[in-house]
Protein backbone atom coordinates (compact mmCIF):
# COMPACT_ATOMS: atom_id res chain seq x y z
CA UNK A 1 0.00 0.00 0.00
CA UNK A 2 1.04 3.78 -0.94
CA UNK A 3 -1.18 4.84 2.21
CA UNK A 4 -1.47 8.52 2.05
CA UNK A 5 -0.06 10.55 -1.26
CA UNK A 6 0.13 14.18 -1.94
CA UNK A 7 1.76 16.04 -4.79
CA UNK A 8 3.60 18.60 -5.68
CA UNK A 9 6.10 17.93 -2.78
CA UNK A 10 7.08 21.81 -3.26
CA UNK A 11 4.96 24.93 -5.59
CA UNK A 12 5.65 28.54 -5.69
CA UNK A 13 2.82 30.52 -6.64
CA UNK A 14 2.13 34.50 -7.71
CA UNK A 15 -0.63 36.00 -5.84
CA UNK A 16 -3.62 35.48 -7.77
CA UNK A 17 -2.91 32.70 -9.19
CA UNK A 18 -5.27 29.45 -8.39
CA UNK A 19 -4.01 25.79 -8.04
CA UNK A 20 -4.67 22.44 -6.99
CA UNK A 21 -3.29 20.05 -4.53
CA UNK A 22 -3.56 16.13 -4.55
CA UNK A 23 -4.12 13.76 -2.03
CA UNK A 24 -4.84 10.09 -2.54
CA UNK A 25 -4.91 7.40 -0.22
CA UNK A 26 -5.67 3.33 -0.84
CA UNK A 27 -6.88 2.48 2.34
CA UNK A 28 -10.20 2.60 1.75
CA UNK A 29 -10.68 5.29 4.30
CA UNK A 30 -13.67 7.31 4.84
CA UNK A 31 -12.47 10.07 6.79
CA UNK A 32 -9.91 12.52 4.66
CA UNK A 33 -8.79 15.65 5.96
CA UNK A 34 -6.86 18.85 4.76
CA UNK A 35 -4.65 20.62 7.14
CA UNK A 36 -2.08 23.72 7.40
CA UNK A 37 1.05 23.58 9.66
CA UNK A 38 2.29 27.43 10.02
CA UNK A 39 5.35 27.98 12.27
CA UNK A 40 4.44 27.93 16.40
CA UNK A 41 0.87 26.81 15.45
CA UNK A 42 -0.73 23.41 15.34
CA UNK A 43 -2.18 22.04 12.65
CA UNK A 44 -5.41 23.69 11.96
CA UNK A 45 -8.03 22.09 9.86
CA UNK A 46 -9.02 23.55 6.87
CA UNK A 47 -12.12 20.84 5.22
CA UNK A 48 -12.48 17.68 5.77
CA UNK A 49 -15.13 14.52 4.69
CA UNK A 50 -16.54 11.65 6.27
CA UNK A 51 -16.98 9.52 2.68
CA UNK A 52 -17.84 10.47 -1.06
CA UNK A 53 -19.63 13.48 -1.80
CA UNK A 54 -19.50 14.66 2.22
CA UNK A 55 -17.56 17.67 2.74
CA UNK A 56 -17.20 20.07 5.81
CA UNK A 57 -14.92 23.05 6.56
CA UNK A 58 -12.98 22.83 9.35
CA UNK A 59 -11.48 25.58 11.63
CA UNK A 60 -9.61 27.65 8.55
CA UNK A 61 -11.68 27.09 5.37
CA UNK A 62 -11.70 30.44 3.68
CA UNK A 63 -9.59 30.86 0.30
CA UNK A 64 -10.12 26.97 -0.16
CA UNK A 65 -12.43 24.25 -1.82
CA UNK A 66 -12.49 20.40 -1.89
CA UNK A 67 -14.84 18.00 -3.38
CA UNK A 68 -14.93 14.37 -2.66
CA UNK A 69 -15.85 12.23 -5.99
CA UNK A 70 -14.60 9.38 -4.56
CA UNK A 71 -13.21 7.40 -1.49
CA UNK A 72 -9.94 7.85 -2.90
CA UNK A 73 -9.19 11.48 -3.77
CA UNK A 74 -9.36 14.42 -1.76
CA UNK A 75 -8.28 17.45 -3.90
CA UNK A 76 -7.50 20.71 -2.06
CA UNK A 77 -8.06 23.67 -4.42
CA UNK A 78 -6.91 27.59 -4.05
CA UNK A 79 -8.62 29.55 -5.55
CA UNK A 80 -6.98 32.68 -5.84
CA UNK A 81 -3.88 32.00 -3.84
CA UNK A 82 -2.28 35.18 -1.44
CA UNK A 83 0.57 35.56 0.29
CA UNK A 84 -1.33 34.37 3.84
CA UNK A 85 -1.47 30.87 2.41
CA UNK A 86 2.46 30.33 2.42
CA UNK A 87 2.32 27.24 4.53
CA UNK A 88 2.87 23.42 4.27
CA UNK A 89 -0.01 21.52 4.05
CA UNK A 90 -0.70 18.00 4.76
CA UNK A 91 -3.88 15.69 4.04
CA UNK A 92 -4.96 12.83 6.55
CA UNK A 93 -6.93 9.83 6.26
CA UNK A 94 -8.28 7.36 8.79
CA UNK A 95 -10.67 4.23 8.76
CA UNK A 96 -14.19 4.63 11.01
CA UNK A 97 -15.04 1.52 12.94
CA UNK A 98 -17.41 3.06 15.24
CA UNK A 99 -15.29 5.78 16.01
CA UNK A 100 -12.72 7.54 14.07
CA UNK A 101 -9.27 5.67 14.64
CA UNK A 102 -5.51 7.09 14.37
CA UNK A 103 -5.13 9.48 11.37
CA UNK A 104 -2.53 8.55 8.37
CA UNK A 105 -0.84 11.30 7.25
CA UNK A 106 1.12 12.52 3.51
CA UNK A 107 4.74 13.77 3.16
CA UNK A 108 3.14 17.35 2.72
CA UNK A 109 3.09 19.71 0.26
CA UNK A 110 5.33 23.26 0.41
CA UNK A 111 3.21 26.25 -0.83
CA UNK A 112 4.70 29.87 -1.34
CA UNK A 113 3.10 32.54 -2.29
CA UNK A 114 4.84 35.12 -3.66
CA UNK B 1 -6.35 30.01 24.12
CA UNK B 2 -5.27 27.05 22.71
CA UNK B 3 -7.86 23.93 23.66
CA UNK B 4 -4.43 21.40 23.81
CA UNK B 5 -1.43 22.88 25.66
CA UNK B 6 1.92 21.10 25.51
CA UNK B 7 4.71 21.40 27.80
CA UNK B 8 7.98 21.59 27.65
CA UNK B 9 8.11 23.27 24.39
CA UNK B 10 11.61 22.24 23.87
CA UNK B 11 13.46 19.61 25.27
CA UNK B 12 17.21 18.39 25.12
CA UNK B 13 18.38 15.10 27.00
CA UNK B 14 21.32 13.03 27.27
CA UNK B 15 21.20 9.59 25.68
CA UNK B 16 19.75 6.76 27.78
CA UNK B 17 17.60 9.74 29.62
CA UNK B 18 13.68 8.75 30.63
CA UNK B 19 11.88 11.78 28.82
CA UNK B 20 8.17 13.01 29.85
CA UNK B 21 6.20 15.13 27.25
CA UNK B 22 3.11 16.33 28.48
CA UNK B 23 -0.14 16.90 27.31
CA UNK B 24 -3.22 19.04 28.70
CA UNK B 25 -6.40 20.24 27.17
CA UNK B 26 -9.94 22.09 28.06
CA UNK B 27 -12.32 20.30 26.25
CA UNK B 28 -14.20 16.76 26.54
CA UNK B 29 -12.47 14.57 24.42
CA UNK B 30 -13.05 11.14 22.57
CA UNK B 31 -9.67 10.22 21.97
CA UNK B 32 -6.07 11.37 22.13
CA UNK B 33 -3.79 10.81 19.46
CA UNK B 34 0.21 11.31 19.62
CA UNK B 35 2.55 11.97 16.58
CA UNK B 36 6.07 12.20 15.74
CA UNK B 37 6.92 14.69 13.31
CA UNK B 38 10.86 14.24 11.87
CA UNK B 39 13.07 16.78 10.66
CA UNK B 40 12.02 16.12 7.08
CA UNK B 41 8.80 17.11 8.28
CA UNK B 42 7.03 13.63 7.74
CA UNK B 43 4.42 12.98 10.52
CA UNK B 44 3.65 9.37 12.04
CA UNK B 45 1.22 8.18 14.42
CA UNK B 46 2.30 6.45 17.53
CA UNK B 47 -0.73 6.20 19.84
CA UNK B 48 -4.34 6.55 19.47
CA UNK B 49 -5.77 6.39 23.03
CA UNK B 50 -9.33 6.98 24.77
CA UNK B 51 -8.21 5.57 28.49
CA UNK B 52 -5.31 3.79 30.23
CA UNK B 53 -1.83 3.50 29.15
CA UNK B 54 -0.15 2.19 25.94
CA UNK B 55 2.81 1.03 25.20
CA UNK B 56 5.35 0.38 22.31
CA UNK B 57 8.64 -0.55 22.47
CA UNK B 58 10.33 2.23 24.32
CA UNK B 59 7.32 4.52 24.26
CA UNK B 60 4.79 4.78 26.60
CA UNK B 61 1.84 7.11 26.61
CA UNK B 62 -0.65 7.37 29.62
CA UNK B 63 -4.03 9.28 29.83
CA UNK B 64 -6.03 10.60 32.73
CA UNK B 65 -9.63 11.61 31.70
CA UNK B 66 -10.71 12.81 34.84
CA UNK B 67 -7.73 15.34 35.14
CA UNK B 68 -7.63 15.87 31.20
CA UNK B 69 -3.81 15.26 30.92
CA UNK B 70 -1.71 13.11 28.77
CA UNK B 71 1.75 12.00 28.93
CA UNK B 72 3.84 10.65 27.06
CA UNK B 73 7.37 9.07 28.18
CA UNK B 74 10.47 7.75 26.04
CA UNK B 75 12.83 5.41 27.76
CA UNK B 76 15.89 5.12 27.30
CA UNK B 77 16.59 7.86 24.80
CA UNK B 78 18.65 7.28 21.79
CA UNK B 79 19.04 10.46 19.22
CA UNK B 80 17.13 9.25 16.91
CA UNK B 81 14.29 10.01 18.81
CA UNK B 82 15.05 13.61 18.52
CA UNK B 83 11.64 15.08 16.46
CA UNK B 84 8.58 17.26 17.44
CA UNK B 85 5.97 15.26 19.31
CA UNK B 86 2.31 16.88 18.79
CA UNK B 87 -0.83 15.96 20.98
CA UNK B 88 -4.23 16.24 19.29
CA UNK B 89 -7.56 15.76 20.71
CA UNK B 90 -10.86 14.72 19.15
CA UNK B 91 -13.45 16.27 20.60
CA UNK B 92 -16.68 14.36 22.24
CA UNK B 93 -18.99 16.22 19.22
CA UNK B 94 -17.81 16.10 15.51
CA UNK B 95 -15.34 14.75 13.53
CA UNK B 96 -12.50 17.31 13.98
CA UNK B 97 -8.84 16.68 15.82
CA UNK B 98 -7.23 19.70 17.41
CA UNK B 99 -3.62 20.07 17.83
CA UNK B 100 -1.07 21.02 19.98
CA UNK B 101 1.75 23.21 19.28
CA UNK B 102 4.13 20.25 19.71
CA UNK B 103 7.48 19.36 21.56
CA UNK B 104 11.15 19.96 20.01
CA UNK B 105 12.86 17.05 21.34
CA UNK B 106 16.47 16.86 20.61
CA UNK B 107 19.19 14.31 21.72
CA UNK B 108 22.44 13.88 22.53
CA UNK B 109 24.90 11.52 21.73
Known amino acids: ?114 | KNEVEQSPQNLTAQEGEFITINCSYSVGISALHWLQQHPGGGIVSLFMLSSGKKKHGRLIATINIQEKHSSLHITASHPRDSAVYICAVRKNTGNQFYFGTGTSLTVIP
Not at chain 1, 13 to 33: F, I, P, R
Not at chain 1, 79 to 85: D, F, M, Y
Request: proline letters at 5%.
Open chain 1, 1 to 114: NAGVTQTPKFQVLKTGQSMTLQCAQDMNHEYMSWYRQDPGMGLRLIHYSVGAGITDQGEVPNGYNVSRSTTEDFPLRLLSAAPSQTSVYFCASSSWTGSYNEQFFGPGTRLTVL
